[in-house]
């Protein structure tokens, strides 16, 4: 736990630190994954399909609000439907238009899951969408899962019968007009995941704000119970032929996914609460403190350990000329080869010798004090 718990603070150290550059890149990534969604659904203007195009549209929405990418999309949908018929523009913008004032008036903070919930349906995990939006979001944000829902059905049924709708006459628009509308009224399958999702958001959000122990992960398991039971209720009443074991494989990694998502968001240590009673003039207060699960990442700290420079001094006599040996001790690497410097002072040279004659030893001795001490040792030799 303690290696996960420190891989969290580097993940969040490192998106606060560069957090300049991480956001413009991910919402690059948000606006270029929703583009190739839409491309590869109802692909069919050219122009809009070129990769440089698509780039170019990623990379303008990076410096914007990160809602302009839903216009962005809005405005991509709408040229696609126009190549198949100006019927399915008029229908899905309606659509989209009651979508929008509905999503900007409740929830327009959801972005990320209003544009990652047609990517989950296609990977067959929609579920995810309504844990996760249930847990890090309010109640209103069952209007932006639910919107984008019916988006990706209806987009997902036009995709599906291209050629159909393309194939009516042009005298058949009322016709066109009654296809596209049961699509938006009489799917089945749609309402059945519309209330599901939403009646899950909404029991998630309830359990998670209880003030009980672990009433996240109970939030998380309730919400996929309820999932489940919604959807084979709506399939038993409706018949809409939901496939069973694909609604608990995808229950269950929805799970896991949101367990991960609760781990980086609302990780806390229930063995270390608190209950704290204070009072003011007015109230009196009973507080549950729960602390989180957090780690100091330890520092590394490099010190660079550099080879002092010695010097050695040695004097030898030389004609009554001291001679001076300067002698530059380090370390055994390359650039701290000891150097040696013989310099001989000669004896015309007073200035020279006085100031030689002044330096000190290793023992703290002139020249002169040295030579002293050499006779004085001399002399007691001799004696004895």
């Excluded at 990442?297 to 040695?314: D, L």
Aim: proline letters at 3%.
């Amino acid at each position: 736990m303690t290696r996960l718990l420190m891989i969290r603070e580097q993940i969040k150290n490192f998106v606060n630190k560069f957090d300049t550059f991480v956001y413009p890149v991910a919402k690059a990534l948000l606006a270029l994954t929703t583009f190739l969604m839409i491309n590869g659904a109802i692909g069919h203007v050219p122009v809009l399909m070129k990769a440089p195009i698509v780039l170019i549209l990623a990379i303008i929405c990076s410096f914007l609000p990160t809602n302009f990418i839903i216009i962005l999309d809005a405005v991509m949908i709408l040229l696609h439907l126009y190549a198949i018929s100006l019927e399915c523009v008029i229908v899905v913008g309606c659509l989209l238009l009651i979508m929008f004032l509905l999503y900007f008036r409740f929830s327009p903070k959801d972005t990320i899951l209003f544009l990652l919930t047609p990517l989950l349906h296609i990977m067959g995990i929609p579920y995810v969408a309504a844990l996760s939006a249930g847990l890090v979001s309010g109640i209103g944000s069952a209007v932006s899962i639910c919107c984008s829902t019916i988006i990706f059905c209806v987009l997902d049924y036009i995709s599906k019968n291209t050629e159909t709708i393309k194939a009516m006459a042009s005298d058949q628009m009322i016709e066109k007009f009654r296809v596209l509308l049961d699509v938006v009224i009489k799917n089945k399958e749609m309402m059945v995941l519309v209330v599901a999702f939403a009646v899950t958001i909404i029991i998630v959000n309830i359990i998670r704000r209880l003030p009980a122990d672990h009433a996240w992960t109970v939030a998380i398991i309730a919400g996929a119970l309820v999932d489940i039971v919604v959807v084979l209720a709506g399939d038993l009443k409706f018949g809409t032929y939901i496939s069973i074991p694909g609604l608990i494989l995808g229950s269950f990694v929805a799970v896991l996914v949101v367990i991960v998502i609760k781990f980086f968001i609302f990780n806390v240590d229930y063995g270390r609460t608190e209950h704290v009673q204070f009072e003011d003039d007015e109230y009196v207060y009973f507080v549950k403190a729960v602390p989180k699960n957090t780690v100091t990442i330890p520092e590394k700290k490099v010190r660079t350990i550099k080879a002092s420079t010695m010097e050695e001094e040695e004097y030898e006599e030389i004609d009554d000329v001291p001679e001076y040996k300067v002698k530059r001790a380090g370390g055994s690497g390359a650039g701290n080869k000891s150097a040696t410097k013989r310099i001989i002072l000669p004896k015309d040279n007073e200035f020279d010798v006085e100031r030689h004659a002044t330096r000190k030893d290793s023992a703290g001795l002139t020249a002169i004090e040295r030579e002293a001490a050499q006779k004085a040792k001399e002399a007691r030799r001799n004696r004895s």
